[in-house]
């Protein structure tokens, strides 16, 4: 069993940055791949980014590629999400997740363990 839970959601300006952060529990941190999902309402939920169990690999949606960074402490159980050059479309629920399987992963059903979300507003 692995426990997630996100913080660090907020309302910021379009053009500004924001970092969500997800802290695990339940499992060695190290063990497991992690990404992170968002859905905004009346959308089906997508996939954001994902990083590699050592963190050496990272993979990003085209929409996010050059403005959100993916990055792990193992050493504190946490995931983060650094969302710079925010814009309108960025609004939604965000959601961490957590994956025992091998590889990097993009898809929902790969992973088993979800956190509760937090939500992120960007406004103009």
């Known amino acids: 069993q692995v426990q997630l839970v996100e913080s660090g959601g907020g309302l910021v300006q379009a053009g500004g940055s924001l970092r969500v952060s997800c802290v695990a529990s339940g499992r060695t941190f190290s063990s497991i791949g992690m990404g992170w999902f968002r859905q905004a309402p009346g959308k089906e939920r997508e996939f954001v980014c994902a990083i590699s169990r050592s963190g050496s690999t990272s993979y990003y949606a085209e929409s996010v590629k050059g403005r959100f960074t993916i990055s792990r402490d193992n050493a504190k159980n946490t995931v983060n999400l650094q969302m710079n050059s925010l814009k309108r479309e960025d609004t939604a629920v965000y959601y961490c997740?957590?994956?025992?399987?091998?590889?990097?992963?993009?898809?929902?059903?790969?992973?088993?363990?979800w956190g509760q979300g937090t939500q992120v507003t960007v406004s103009s």
């Open positions: 997740a957590a994956s025992t399987m091998y590889g990097i992963r993009a898809s929902q059903s790969e992973y088993a363990y």
